[in-house]
Structure formats: structure tokens, C-alpha cells
């Protein structure tokens, strides 16, 4: 027997006896390297070196037998396998530079050639052409996304896209749906921008992967990371209403490990009152916020890799007559006044394990608490929420494709009180509101690519089932062509619903004598998005001149549409289901031109038809300028010692509610007038300091006393939700920023 077994080795190859390989992975200098991939060409199985840079792999079955090994600073090698049992990888390291001589910084506004969906990506570059106190002060310079104040007393903002109401796009916190239900009234004044690396704004149907509600588009905030930021980092800024902003911005690296701890807080203004109608006209802010960011490993790299972020913030508004005092007039019918105090905290953490370049595994998890007290005049509003999300999802590569697929789960707990402490209006919508969603889902969503990657085609689909309204199917596809190397075509169409949360997305009419009638049970919003664009980049050999043209249209057809009906009666604010046409159309063209890598010019031109049909009729809906137009100019030397940057907004009329049944002196026109607005700032670079100064508004354009009856709080009259323009006129600011780098 001994010696059959011992012609049968001799006959036969070692390796088909063999179930595994073992070997080694060092460098040039033969030293171990650890955590180094081991994997097979021809199906990316593979494994990991241990502390020693040994490492075992079964064996592949295929005919051609190649093993690769890879580490991140080295060249990657491969051996094909014959009848080895044992083998040794000795990589070399890549070339490096001694030195790198930076000639030129990022855009301040990039448009991928390669994302299937057409995305913006507002950089630094671009943050610091304004002074960007807060997320909503982030967009003085684009066109696509228009800050929009639903409360003027107390200077709330929505971030809108398309002309439509910011609800129906999906605000993006690192990737979490942060900004929504309660926190969507304050939410994006919440976010510092000296916190903002990027911003990316999508329009139309995009990706389901990360839920349902994108119906106009999406606006992904992205936070600094904790290895790839500054040391230290101080910011200043005081304006000309003595409202004055602290922030800093603190990092630690250690190996894998980076962690990034950020303070903010914000100090009121004084009492100001410009068009002396006795009202305020900036609400005094008191913010104290503070947030950890830890992160482990890159999500590029194989194995395990994490980011866990916790954030807490508490806020104070106030706002209403210059007379107003918090501590002896909240909820007095005598002096009218406006208080919110907001608790928050939150957690998320996205962790995952990159299995080889193919397989990646990766959780999103977030939950967040709110707690908010607030009066506005003789309207008690006090309200919690709870929110709850998580992704769990599985990304595989094949060839030029890509899947990703898994499950999703939302939960939201929501109670909101609201009474009066003066019965005088015939206001009749006292009472407890009480919410409980749960909503689990499936997605999965395709990339392909064909063509040599000239068409790419994204297929996605998802379905949710909320507890109360039943299943919901969500398809959505993109295409994008290349026409030529830097012509591209892009299309997108699919469907989005989302749930209402009337109060909070609607807290101006808290804040007037409006009676908010309910007329029917709230259905979820659907709408259907389809669009179209084309991007034609252009750019000499030396970069001397650069740029790029871009021309979209999106449409948005709703199913089902819940909007206030202000015209009915100026005295009420209708809430019922609207189920008939309403549309948005939206057209924008932009163009960018970089000249000598000194000047920057852009002008973009936007028109929004956003209306309803009412018994046969158009109608336009409220506080939309139909035509906009946005230029932005920036010069900066070479030496990049300064910039000076200037833009210039253009609004055309609005539709303003019908106030025709009120008294003369309460009524007003039903259009209002075009303005423009100019703002200025110039930033100065000295050593590790910046210092910037700037004005708003510097043609100090403002809408004249707009609150409806300011005279009368208390009247059925009064409204302050006829905001079209600036409230406040010129604003003139001051700050300085300090940046200290590990050598």
C-alpha cells in the first residue's frame, strides 16, 4: 500500500492533496507587513496577514490559479499558482514625492463626470466666499437650492429645490436623515458651517437607498473628517446686530484611531427695530452645541472600519414686540411675543467590514430625542420626538456593475400639545396630536455600465410598509450618456411619498391668527419626478481658462398634496388632501467660467411655474419668484493672499395670498415687486489667521413693515406669513478664523 501511495505522489502534482496555501507578504526590507490582502483574481475570495505577515488562503478551483497581494503604500503583485504549496510576496513601495508644490485648490463648486446622477459638490473653496454661519447660510452663492424664512419672528428657514416646499427634499447629515418631524423647523440653522467639508445637491428622483421622501431632490451634508481636517480650528464672527458666533474645532489621530470634538455656540443681538413697527427685527438666539466624531480604519481598505458621531445641542429664540420679556410676558395677550427652547441629542454610527474589493457589508444607525417648548403669542406649542433609523446594507461588484440591496427600519414618536392661554379668536385646533410610525423596507438598486462605460444605467427599487397607511413601492432609474469625454447627458424618473408633519413644517401659522381648519384625515404626499440636464466642460491646456455649461428641466407631477389654502379666507388656513393638477416645472441654466485661475464668474438664470388647477383655473402658489436670476464674482491673486467675492440675486413677483376680504388697511397687493439683492465680502490670509469682512444686503433693500396688523397682535387680522423679501435690510459682519496643522 505504502508504495502505491507513493507512485501515486509521483504521478500526480503535491497541490491536488493540498486544500490551502500558506505564505508571506513583507516589503524591500523583508519586514512584515500586517493587514496586508491576500485574495484570487478570479473570484476576489481572500484573506487578511496576521501580525507576523503570514497568511492562509484555500485553495482556488478554477483552471488559471493567480493570487494577488496588495497593501495600501505598495505596489500590488501577483503569482500564478501551479503547484506551490508555499509562497513569499515582497512588494515594493510606491514612488513617493519628496515634495508637492500645490498650484491651485479645488473648485468651489464640482460636477463629477463620473456620479450617474448629476450632483453638485460645494466645496470649502466655496463656503468661504460667505460668511456660512449655518447650514441655511451656505447657499447665499448657488442656484440650484433657495433658503426660504417660514417664520420670520424667530428666522426660521426650509432649504427648498425646484420652487417647492424644502419637505420634499431628503436633508442628508453624513448620510442620516437627521432633519426631519420636529427638528425640521430648526434643524439647518443647527449645523455650523466652519463644520462643513462638503455639501452635495442632487435634483429630481435619486438613489432609494437611503429612503423614499427625495421627491425635488437631495441635499447630503458631509462633516469634517476627524484624520483629514485641521488641528485646530477657531472661528470669530460677530454682525452689525451684535449677534455674535463662537466655534472650535478640535482633532486627535492616533494610528486608525481619529476623533473630532467641535464646540458652537451662538449670542444674542441686541434689540433692533429699523421700519419701527415694533416688532423685532432679528430674533435674539442664544445656541450651545457640542459634537464628537470618532473613526476607525477607512471604508476603502479591507476589514473593519467605523465612524460614530454623538452631537447635543441646546437653543433659545426669541423674537415679537422690541417690549417682549420671556420670564413675565410668555403666553400674554397684552405684549405679543414668541419664545422656542429646544433640547437635542443624538447619536449615529456607520461601521462596516470590506470584505475584498467585490463584498462590502456596511450599518447606518441614528437616533435622536427632541424636546421643544415654545409660545407663540397666545399659542402654547410643546411637542417631543423620538426617531429611530437604520440601514443594514450589502454592496457586491461584478465586473463594470455594482448591486447594492438590504433592509431599512424607521421609527417615530411624536407628540405635539397645543392650546391657548387667550380664547378670544374663534381658533378651534387646541388639542393632542399623537403619532407612532413604523416603517420597515427593502431596497436593492442597480449600477450598470455599458459601452465603455459611456452609458451608465441605475435601476432601483424599494418597498416600505408604514403601520398605518399600508405598503408603499418607491421604483426609480437613471441614465447617464457620455456624448463625448467632457458632453454629458443625464435622465432621471421615479416616484417619492412622504408623511405629513403639519406643525412643524408649517409653524408660521402657529405664529398668526390664522384658524387652521382640518378637514379631512391627512393621506401621505406622492408626487412622480422626471428631469433631464446636460453638462459641457471646457478647459485650455495651461487652465488658463476653464468652466463649464450646464441646462436642466425637472418636472414634478403630485398624486396627492397637502398645502395650506391661504386664499379661501384670509382668516383660515385650510388643511385637506388635494388630490387634482399640481405641477412644478423647473428650468435652470448656469454658467461658470474660471480665467486665468484668478477670476470666477457665474450666472445662472432659474424658472419655476409651480401651480395648482382650482375649478378650471391656474393657480400659481404663493411665495415663489417665477424668474431668478444669480451672478457670483470672486478675484484671487495667485499668491492667494485675499479674495474678494460679490453675488447678486435677482427675484422676480411673486403670488402673494388673496387678502381681499379683509379691511382696507389689512389687504395687500396681489403680486409683489421684483428686487435684487447684493452681498460682498473680502477675507485677508495672514500667517494661520484669516480675517473676513462683508455686508448683506448692501443696496439695503427690505419689505416695509410686512406683518399684517402689527398694530393688533391679537386682532383676527394679524399674519406675519407675508414674507416675500428681506425683512431686516443691510447687514455688515466682521469674523476671524485660526487654523493650526500638526509639521
Not at 432633519?179 to 428622483?205: H, M, W
Request: one cysteine or more; glycine letters at 6%; charged letters at 20%.
Amino acid at each position: 500500500m505504502k508504495i502505491h501511495l507513493l507512485f501515486i505522489g509521483l504521478l500526480f502534482p503535491s497541490f491536488i492533496f493540498a486544500q490551502t496555501i500558506t505564505g508571506k507578504v513583507t516589503n524591500s526590507k523583508n519586514e512584515p507587513l500586517i493587514g496586508a490582502s491576500v485574495y484570487w483574481l478570479s473570484n476576489g475570495r481572500g484573506v487578511i496577514t496576521n501580525n507576523e505577515g503570514d497568511f492562509k488562503i484555500e485553495i482556488d478551483t478554477s483552471r488559471v490559479k493567480k493570487l494577488i497581494a496588495s497593501y495600501v503604500g505598495y505596489k500590488a503583485d501577483t503569482i500564478q499558482i501551479k503547484d506551490q504549496i508555499l509562497v513569499l510576496f515582497r512588494l515594493e513601495e510606491k514612488q513617493a514625492l519628496n515634495e508637492i508644490i500645490v498650484k491651485d485648490q479645488r473648485d468651489g463648486v464640482i460636477i463629477s463626470d463620473i456620479n450617474p446622477i448629476k450632483t453638485e459638490q460645494i466645496t470649502q473653496t466655496e463656503l468661504k466666499k460667505a460668511a456660512c454661519c449655518d447650514l441655511a447660510g451656505c447657499f447665499e452663492t448657488q442656484t440650484t437650492v433657495q433658503p426660504q424664512t417660514t417664520n420670520v419672528l424667530i428666522n426660521s428657514k426650509e432649504l427648498r429645490i425646484l420652487g417647492l416646499s424644502g419637505v420634499y427634499n431628503q436633508i442628508l447629515i453624513d448620510g442620516f436623515p437627521m432633519i426631519q418631524g420636529l427638528s425640521y423647523t430648526y434643524g439647518i440653522s443647527t449645523i455650523p458651517g466652519t463644520l462643513v467639508d462638503n455639501i452635495y445637491v442632487s435634483k429630481g428622483a435619486n438613489s432609494v437607498l437611503q429612503g423614499f421622501e427625495s421627491i425635488s431632490g437631495q441635499i447630503n451634508v458631509e462633516t469634517k473628517e476627524p484624520d483629514q481636517t485641521d488641528r485646530l480650528f477657531l472661528n470669530a464672527y460677530m454682525n452689525s446686530f451684535l449677534e455674535k458666533h463662537f466655534n472650535a474645532n478640535y482633532t486627535i489621530k492616533q494610528k486608525k484611531w481619529s476623533n473630532l470634538t467641535a464646540f458652537h455656540t451662538v449670542q444674542p443681538a441686541n434689540k433692533i427695530d429699523r421700519d419701527a413697527d415694533s416688532f423685532l427685527d432679528l430674533p435674539r438666539l442664544t445656541r450651545y452645541l457640542i459634537s464628537n466624531k470618532w473613526k476607525y480604519g477607512n471604508e476603502k481598505d479591507w476589514g473593519f472600519y467605523s465612524k460614530i458621531g454623538l452631537r447635543f445641542f441646546n437653543e433659545q429664540r426669541i423674537g415679537g414686540q422690541t417690549s417682549f420679556d420671556v420670564e413675565s410676558d410668555k403666553g400674554s395677550s397684552t405684549t405679543y411675543g414668541q419664545s422656542v427652547s429646544i433640547n437635542q441629542p443624538e447619536i449615529w454610527t456607520k461601521s462596516g467590514f470590506r470584505i475584498n474589493d467585490k463584498h462590502n457589508i456596511v450599518l447606518f444607525a441614528s437616533a435622536f430625542h427632541q424636546q421643544q417648548q415654545s409660545f407663540f403669542g397666545t399659542v402654547k406649542y410643546n411637542a417631543q420626538q423620538t426617531s429611530f433609523y437604520s440601514n443594514m446594507q450589502y454592496e457586491l461588484n461584478y465586473g463594470k456593475h455594482g448591486l447594492k440591496t438590504g433592509i431599512s427600519y424607521r421609527y417615530l414618536n411624536l407628540q405635539e400639545i397645543v392650546s391657548f392661554t387667550d380664547t378670544t379668536l374663534p381658533r378651534t385646533y387646541a388639542g393632542t396630536y399623537h403619532r407612532i410610525e413604523n416603517i420597515p423596507g427593502l431596497f436593492a438598486e442597480n449600477t450598470m455600465r455599458f459601452w465603455s462605460n459611456k452609458l451608465t444605467w441605475i435601476a432601483g427599487i424599494r418597498a416600505d410598509y408604514h403601520n398605518q397607511f399600508g405598503f408603499h413601492f418607491t421604483p426609480r432609474t437613471l441614465l447617464k450618456y457620455d456624448i463625448a469625454s467632457k458632453t454629458i447627458v443625464r435622465a432621471n424618473i421615479g416616484t417619492g411619498w412622504r408623511t405629513v408633519n403639519f406643525f412643524s413644517e408649517n409653524i408660521g401659522l402657529l405664529a398668526s391668527s390664522r384658524n387652521i381648519i382640518f378637514e379631512e384625515e391627512l393621506h401621505p404626499e406622492k408626487a412622480v419626478n422626471f428631469g433631464i440636464n446636460f453638462t459641457q466642460k471646457f478647459e485650455t491646456n495651461d487652465l488658463n481658462f476653464s468652466g463649464y455649461f450646464s441646462a436642466d428641466y425637472y418636472r414634478t407631477d403630485f398624486q396627492n398634496q397637502v398645502f395650506p389654502d391661504y386664499d379661501t379666507d384670509p382668516t383660515k388656513a385650510i388643511i385637506k388632501n388635494f388630490t387634482g393638477t399640481s405641477v412644478s416645472n423647473g428650468v435652470q441654466a448656469e454658467l461658470y467660467l474660471k480665467i486665468y485661475r484668478r477670476f470666477e464668474l457665474k450666472a445662472g438664470y432659474n424658472f419655476l411655474d409651480v401651480y395648482r388647477i382650482v375649478g378650471g383655473t391656474k393657480q400659481l402658489f404663493p411665495f415663489n419668484a417665477m424668474h431668478k436670476v444669480i451672478t457670483t464674482l470672486s478675484y484671487k491673486p495667485l499668491s492667494n493672499k485675499f479674495h474678494i467675492d460679490m453675488n447678486i440675486h435677482w427675484y422676480g413677483k411673486q403670488r402673494l395670498p388673496d387678502t381681499k376680504s379683509n379691511p382696507a388697511e389689512f389687504q395687500r397687493p396681489d403680486f409683489s415687486e421684483p428686487y435684487t439683492i447684493v452681498n460682498a465680502q473680502f477675507t485677508y490670509t495672514l500667517n494661520n489667521f484669516e480675517i473676513y469682512v462683508g455686508c448683506e444686503n448692501l443696496l439695503n433693500f427690505r419689505q416695509i413693515q410686512p406683518i399684517i396688523s402689527w398694530q393688533n397682535p391679537f386682532s383676527p387680522y394679524f399674519d406675519t406669513s407675508s414674507i416675500w423679501g428681506p425683512t431686516r435690510g443691510w447687514e455688515a459682519y466682521i469674523g476671524v478664523r485660526f487654523v493650526l496643522n500638526d509639521k
